[in-house]
């Protein structure tokens, strides 16, 4: 062959590598679709929900059949839509809970299980279907009646992390794995997912929620969470060989990997061992994390770092350190992913997305890679680590909110700067009314801004009273860590609640 056509073909084949999208999965957790109306309870319907995806920048959909109870016809655990006998099943306000019921049902009825459809259409339309199981959901069980909690919860609280509690903390009542009965109860559902459904991969989300552990205790107990990994992993490789295809095992976990395993989930060992396939690692929900320490994963991975992708995944939620979350909007998922490519991500995982169809629909179609958020406007909020071993003294990494009695300083991730672009910081502000005689001044690593402006809508910002945007040249931005300076310079002080970098 020709060596100049040769070279052409590898100049061609490295440019469309590069153009590869990079994995980006979704989230459909255990009840969003079931609180649809009625009438999108078909196997039609149902296709086309995961149909949306075709042709799409979305790789991997993730399904979530249980959290408490099952959304399908369980044999291990209670479909959602069972009677309790002697009980009067308590929906909460509202009527998701009736909707989530009655479809789930419906469906069963008709003989249509949604994740088989789903499955199905997913490997139709090129998307690679996996299941995702919710290892310790504990959502509302301060009320032993609502509809979620499961029977097996309710008649074994000795099971429970905290036995004696009186369930006002939802996480004290979680399932104890160091309990042998515990691990033997949600091994058994694992198996019925893995036989049910013929799926690529399995995730173990150990994200909801977050304590699985006699509490004080995690690090030295979470050797029963990996005798649970391993029991899971050696279920999977039986079926691997009855489907004749490889079945992924996948772990959600704290964002920080000594946090993780001081919590008792050590995903680092479980990859070392052969155990897992994948790590996404995670924010709960209090807040997305806009300065995820991957890097700290892929030191500790070593050579297997290769091998064992790290994804960064958040919720849609965002919060500066007091209260105040606020929904993301694509500005500020597009900051977010900016944020997680520099910092070493792998691939991107999205949590209740789809609860925002409209940035579902966005993100499906214009994708959140590297070089597409590059050239996006972008918010790149001041947030933190929302789930820490706080017992151990780790830190949070809150930097707000901060009286202003004298000026402080914030650091900001900025990931990779632009070619080009209007830079400014938005620093949002809490006091007796916030009163416009204060007066405030902003530098951006050292370069004064070169003017502000009053928001018109500042409760955007954590419900802040006050919120200023300062300009600033795109020069004075750099590469990752930024550093702010805030200071008031006149009127009572006041407390800086949010902070944002934005580029358009």
Not at 117 to 137: H, Q
Not at 263 to 281: C, F, H, S, T
Not at 433 to 457: C, H, I, M, R, Y
Request: charged share 25%; aromatic share 12%.
């Amino acid at each position: 062959m020709n060596r100049w056509i040769l070279l052409w073909m590898v100049v061609l084949g490295t440019a469309l590598y590069a153009q590869t999208p990079k994995m980006l999965a979704i989230n459909e957790d255990n009840d969003h679709y079931f609180k649809r109306d009625p009438k999108f309870m078909n196997e039609a319907d149902l296709r086309a929900y995961v149909g949306q995806f075709k042709n799409s920048r979305v790789t991997h959909f993730f399904m979530c059949p249980q959290g408490q109870r099952a959304s399908y016809d369980s044999k291990v655990v209670e479909p959602i839509w069972a009677d309790i006998p002697g009980m009067e099943i308590d929906y909460g306000q509202g009527t998701d809970g009736k909707y989530w019921t009655s479809n789930c049902r419906s469906l069963r009825d008709r003989g249509i299980d949604p994740y088989t459809v789903w499955t199905d259409e997913c490997r139709k339309i090129g998307v690679s279907p996996w299941l995702t199981m919710r290892m310790n959901d504990v959502h509302f069980c301060d009320n032993i009646r609502y509809f979620r909690n499961m029977n097996f919860w309710r008649e074994h609280p000795e099971l429970w992390r905290v036995p004696t509690c009186n369930r006002r903390n939802w996480t004290d009542c979680a399932f104890n794995y160091a309990k042998k009965e515990t691990r033997d109860f949600h091994l058994a559902v694992a198996r019925e997912l893995l036989e049910r459904y013929d799926v690529d991969g399995l995730e173990l989300d150990w994200m909801r929620f977050c304590l699985h552990l006699t509490p004080n205790h995690e690090r030295e107990e979470g050797k029963y969470l990996t005798e649970f990994v391993r029991e899971v992993r050696k279920a999977a490789r039986e079926w691997e060989t009855k489907r004749g295809h490889a079945i992924r095992i996948s772990v959600r976990v704290p964002v920080d990997p000594e946090a993780s395993r001081a919590l008792g989930m050590d995903a680092v060992k479980w990859a070392k061992e052969g155990l897992i396939d994948q790590i996404v690692a995670s924010c709960f929900f209090s807040t997305a994390d806009f300065d995820m320490p991957l890097v700290e994963w892929k030191k500790e991975l070593g050579p297997l770092a290769e091998k064992i992708p790290v994804l960064a995944g958040t919720d849609n939620g965002a919060a500066s350190g007091t209260g105040g979350r606020r929904e993301m909007d694509w500005a500020m998922y597009n900051g977010w992913a900016a944020n997680a490519w520099y910092n070493g991500a792998d691939a991107l995982y999205l949590f209740n997305l789809p609860y925002m169809p409209k940035l579902l629909e966005r993100a499906a179609a214009e994708g959140l890679d590297p070089e597409d958020v590059l050239r996006r406007p972008r918010r790149h909020v001041v947030t933190y680590h929302d789930y820490m071993a706080i017992r151990e003294g780790m830190s949070y990494g809150k930097q707000l909110p901060r009286k202003l009695d004298a000026p402080c300083e914030i650091t900001v991730q900025f990931g990779k700067k632009p070619a080009s672009g209007t830079l400014s910081v938005v620093a949002a502000f809490q006091g007796k009314a916030t009163p416009s005689d204060a007066k405030f001044s902003a530098t951006l690593n050292g370069v004064p801004a070169t003017g502000q402006t009053e928001e018109n809508s500042p409760i955007r910002y954590a419900s802040a009273d006050r919120a200023i945007r300062f300009s600033f040249p795109l020069s004075a931005a750099q590469d990752g860590i930024n550093t702010v300076r805030i200071s008031q310079d006149a009127g009572a002080t006041q407390e800086i609640v949010w902070l944002e970098m934005d580029v358009h």
